[in-house]
């Protein structure tokens, strides 16, 4: 099992450019996550999906987008990268059924700077 | 409004200097409360998760307990490779996907 894999670990973007995180889990968790992480900061959520095909908002979702064609891969698009998109971005994957709890296994993360 | 505080910010600690991290939450319900630890560059990694008061559970030098208002995270004679910083999460009732994190304390065992 490699569980949560990101690409790329680093990268660096001028201010307008757009790229795509990549995120796959083969955990056959139902739901995936993605967080940025800021310092001095808790994790902030972007987005989040229930399963393929179902995508939804999160706190701080602006300047973002996502989609799940498939329950291992949940990529993250930034769309015209500005500064403030500058942060570590994290995915993360449960296995949740109402009423219950599950751990969320996170990625080792993607660093961004957006210069 | 459900929130998590976690407390102190920062930690520096004797190598064999047992201390207590403390995360205060409040929520309408509780599913599970989680610890994480996080080393640098890297991403969180899951410790324990605790369902109900009373509950402890225990890993080597880490031992970690749950009341209704707050939990802790007791380190017993700590070692440097202890260093990191500590994550508490809780998945409150209110809303099946959502998770909510402490901004972590920073432990640094010195040698």
């Known amino acids: 099992n490699a569980g949560v894999t990101q690409t790329p670990k680093f990268r660096i973007l001028k201010i307008g450019q757009s790229m795509t995180l990549q995120c796959a889990q083969d955990m056959n968790h139902n739901y995936m996550y993605w967080y940025r992480q800021d310092p001095g900061m808790g994790l902030k959520l972007i987005y989040y999906s229930v399963g393929a095909g179902i995508t939804d908002k999160g706190e701080v979702p602006n300047g973002y987008n996502v989609s799940r064609s498939t329950t291992e891969d949940f990529p993250l698009r930034l769309e015209l990268a500005a500064p403030s998109q500058t942060s570590v971005y994290f995915c993360?994957?449960?296995?949740?059924?109402?009423?219950?709890?599950?751990?969320?296994?996170f990625g080792p993360g993607t660093r961004l700077t957006v210069l | 409004e459900d929130q998590v505080t976690q407390s102190p910010e920062a930690l520096r600690l004797q190598e064999g200097e047992s201390s207590s991290l403390n995360c205060s939450y409040t929520?309408?319900?509780?599913?599970?409360l989680f610890w994480y630890r996080q080393d640098p560059g890297k991403g969180p990694e899951f410790l324990f998760t605790l369902y109900s008061a009373g509950e402890e559970k225990e890993k080597e030098r880490l031992k970690a307990t749950l009341t209704k208002k707050e939990s802790f995270l007791h380190i017993t004679a700590p070692k440097p490779e202890d260093s990191a910083t500590y994550l508490c999460a809780v998945h409150p009732t209110s809303g099946t996907y959502k998770y909510i994190f402490g901004t972590g304390t920073r432990l640094k065992v010195l040698a």
């Open positions: 993360a994957s449960s296995y949740l059924t109402a009423p219950f709890t599950d751990t969320q296994y």
């Open positions: 929520v309408s319900g509780l599913r599970g």
